[in-house]
């Protein structure tokens, strides 16, 4: 089987126009092959349906999956005010794509909605690419409510931090609250990796008072006392600009049972009263650790995570690689941008097109047959689609 892969890209100031140009360009690139389906990564300012507008005009009869993001990523580099179109088709490759648009109030019931929709089909879905609203919605909730066997893989579209918006797209349908989802089938592999660069300095504390998406104390005091005695910034200077989102790149780490790897939470931002908003809850009494990131390590970690993912290709033959990176990584790694693709095409090679885009976490597939699949924060992640030698 044949996996052929397309990324266009294209900058305007009118969103319909640069979705309309990022399609045409990855076309172009297609040759005989039709697309099976069709990734949108766009600037989160830009108007959602005026994005999808200028994609369906050309891509009409295709499968289109997308989220928001601050920025995109391809093997070119790095990407500003740029929409993302990739292309992915072959000869036995399928593609349907699904809208929840309940996701942020009934992330538990999407998630049983998902797996029946699995249960009706009468073809495997060998993977579920999927990119839900990471501002709102209980990530973890809706990982947990599902099968250890269901094999999803995705991640959670970024936003306007003030107005709580993201936005994803499924089909023709587009909007904010939702989980926008790809079944695919056929004959072709894909490999998972994903790792971080945030270690825990020695800091302690314990979460006293959390209450939903909100940590409001840590050690009695409100959060941002916290951070404030550590960093030698007033509280009341947390609760503002820039720092106010600073706070993603100090993330807090809980030990997990049977791994040595911690639980990653990172705030979206600190709010007016000193308390965190997180994209996942928090359980009180449960002791966190001060987690600082390293770019070197970031990097490192980036070589482990796309070797990981060729071993899940089994041999087959990578064609294209989708990467999800933590907004926390633009921000460690703002004064070299695009520091990740050059590491990722050290071990890939220069032939393999790439896109991606910064996310507010990751959606990784259960790592034991016990588990459910995991809500990470703070990562990298690669999926690398390769297609099968046909022995």
Known sequence: MTLVAAVGHAQSLDAREASLQAAHHALNQMGNTSPSLAIIISPYRFD????????????????????????????????????????LGGEDIQAETHW?????????????????????????????????????????????????????????????????????????????????????????????????????????????????????????????????SLFGHTAREWAFPPLNYTTRIYPLGFEQANSEEMQIRAPLRVEADGSFRMNAPLRDGSDAYLMVGNASACLESIKNAVKHALLGLEGAKPAFALVLADISWQMLLQSKPGAEIKTIRDILGQEVPIAGGYTLGQIAPARHADESPQFLNQHFMIIIFGENSGE
């Open 48 to 87: 959602a349906q005026m994005v999808l507008s200028g994609a369906t005009s050309l891509l009409s009869n295709i499968p289109i999956l997308g989220f928001s993001s601050p920025a995109a990523l391809t093997h070119f580099g790095y990407h500003t005010n740029t929409v993302i179109v990739a292309l």
């Open 100 to 228: 929840f648009p309940n996701y942020s109030q009934a992330s538990a019931d999407t998630a049983t909605r998902l797996q029946q929709l699995i249960g009706y089909e009468q073809r495997p879905v060998k993977g579920i690419l999927t990119f839900a609203d990471g501002l709102n919605g209980n990530t973890e909730e809706f990982c947990q409510s599902l099968a250890p066997t269901i094999p999803i893989f995705g991640g959670l579209a970024a936003g306007d931090f003030q107005s709580n918006i993201s936005y994803q797209f499924a089909g023709v349908q587009s909007g904010n609250g939702g989980m926008a989802s790809a079944f695919l089938r056929g004959d072709y592999k894909f490999g998972v990796g994903y790792g971080h660069g945030w270690s825990p300095i020695g800091n302690h504390f314990r979460v006293t008072r959390s209450r939903g998406f909100w940590l409001r104390t840590l050690d009695g005091r409100p959060a941002s006392e916290a951070y404030a």
